[in-house]
């Protein structure tokens, strides 16, 4: 079964919109990390938000924040004010096994490449 | 700090010649990660070190990739020999210990393209 599940391959937005980005994931451990990259066409990844599996309140990091609902196994992103420079592949990914410290690999999704139309 | 650097940026080779991708990690990060993108796999993890010793290279295809970290302030993964469906581009990643979760940090990649 995959981990990490974006069932977005694309989206589109208008300028100045808010824009929110699917992802679920599986896991069996009890804490865990959540992160959001985006990967503009450039191609280096660039790391927007994290969330931990026991914050108890959503991430948020300027315009982006993270919709964390734990029991649907959900991290969506949302992009608020989108602007033209967001047009990019974004990934979501975990890490599990935080509480042990025994795995500390980062586990991707397959992305979502966001488009904003002026 | 001038982040996690990788080298070289872009390389074209021909199948069957040996490929060595390089790797800076950040300074007193203790994880290196190497990460393959494609368009049909997306990211995997090939292999990742702590401390300079491997942990897990599960990830890794087959025997002609190899990695190695010498020290704290290097990496390479090696393909020898390389051969098209090697193809990709090649992440770099670093991480510190402790309780910051989110300190990983790629570098730009290498866009491997063999011919």
């Known amino acids: 079964a995959q981990k990490i599940t974006q069932t977005q391959p694309g989206m589109f937005v208008q300028e100045k919109e808010a824009v929110t980005l699917d992802c679920t994931y599986d896991?069996?451990?009890?804490?865990?990390?959540l992160f959001w990259y985006k990967q503009p066409s450039s191609g280096e990844m660039i790391f927007l938000i994290y969330?931990?599996?026991?914050?108890?309140q959503n991430a948020t990091e300027g315009r982006y924040s993270l919709n964390f609902q734990k029991a649907r196994k959900s991290a969506n992103l949302v992009i608020s004010a989108s602007q033209l420079g967001d047009s990019a592949m974004y990934f979501c990914a975990m890490r599990e096994g935080i509480s042990s410290g025994s795995a500390r690999q980062l586990t991707f999704g397959s992305g979502t490449q966001l488009t904003v139309l002026p | 700090d001038a982040g996690v650097i990788q080298s070289p940026r872009h390389e074209v080779t021909e199948m069957g010649q040996e490929v060595t991708l390089r790797c800076k990690p950040i300074?007193?990060?203790?994880?290196l990660f190497w990460y393959r993108q494609t368009m049909m796999r997306g990211l995997e993890l090939l292999i990742y070190?702590?401390?300079?010793?491997?942990?897990?290279d599960s990830g890794m295809p087959e025997d002609r990739f190899s990695a190695k970290m010498p020290n704290a302030s290097f990496s390479t993964l090696k393909i020898q020999p390389s051969e098209p469906r090697d193809s990709a581009v090649y992440f770099c990643?670093?991480?510190?210990?402790?309780?910051?979760?989110?300190?990983?940090?790629f570098g730009s990649g290498t866009r491997l393209t063999v011919v």
């Open positions: 969330q931990g599996s026991y914050d108890e």
């Open positions: 070190f702590n401390n300079n010793v491997p942990i897990d």
């Open positions: 896991t069996s451990d009890q804490s865990y990390g």
């Open positions: 990643a670093s991480s510190g210990g402790g309780r910051n979760n989110y300190g990983y940090t």
């Open positions: 300074s007193g990060h203790d994880y």
